[in-house]
């Protein structure tokens, strides 16, 4: 009798899976915004922190992501569970991408107009990763900058249509123009989480609510 009810309660539990989407497989997370916002410098920091692997290069450049780079099955350890999601870092997002940008950083003409359009080719793929291929959002602000350009009014509104978790980052606050309370009032709907990619300062908290958010 005990067996026929285990037998039965497996039968549930799969049934329930199929019509629910429920699924053991690591969450997509995709890791946003603007150029040189510090995603790839985030996205190295969990990646390292978890794995002890990076995921890309870092730079001061802008669009030095340029194609979309993945790190699967990074588990984040919380008050003793764990969350396994896949850390998708995706080039930075612009309405325009102009070469004579790279110009002023000491590129060739040519150099620099092949990367403007590896750039604008890599804009185009994280788009698609947002509306197809992602389960969640990571979504990463300079707090030194203005957030509420058109480019981020844009992605917010379509992780929201998306109905997508999004936790919004408010980066590079080891910098004396950091502004964390402004991008907070950029967008009052979201959680604005505070910290330094780049010197490792407030990762804890931010462990917490990625779990908490994906988990």
């Keep these: 009798m005990g067996l026929l009810a285990d037998l039965r309660s497996s039968v549930t539990n799969v049934t329930s899976r199929l019509f629910t989407g429920e699924s053991d497989e690591p969450k997509r997370i995709g890791i946003y915004g603007p150029p040189n916002a510090g995603k790839t410098t985030l996205a190295n920091r969990i ?103 058109q480019v981020n009014t844009m992605l917010i509104g379509i992780i929201e249509s998306q109905d997508l978790p999004v936790l919004i980052l408010a980066n590079k606050t080891d910098l004396e123009d950091s502004n964390i309370q402004r991008i907070r009032n950029a967008f009052p709907q979201h959680e604005t989480i505070s910290l330094s990619a780049l010197e490792g300062s407030n990762m804890d908290e931010v462990y917490d609510r990625i779990a908490e958010k994906f988990g």
């Design 47 to 149: 990646a390292r922190d978890w794995t002890g692997d990076a995921i890309g290069p870092e730079s001061h450049v802008p669009h030095e992501t340029r194609r979309a780079r993945r790190k699967e099955n990074v588990e984040i350890e919380r008050d003793g569970s764990t969350v396994s999601i896949d850390i998708v870092d995706t080039p930075g997002v612009t309405t325009k991408v102009d070469y004579e940008e790279f110009l002023d950083h000491g590129m060739e003409k040519d150099e620099a107009v092949k990367r403007s359009r590896e750039a604008t080719e890599g804009v185009a793929e994280a788009m698609h990763w947002l509306r197809e291929d992602v389960d969640g959002v990571i979504y990463v602000l300079d707090s030194t900058t203005d957030p509420f350009t």
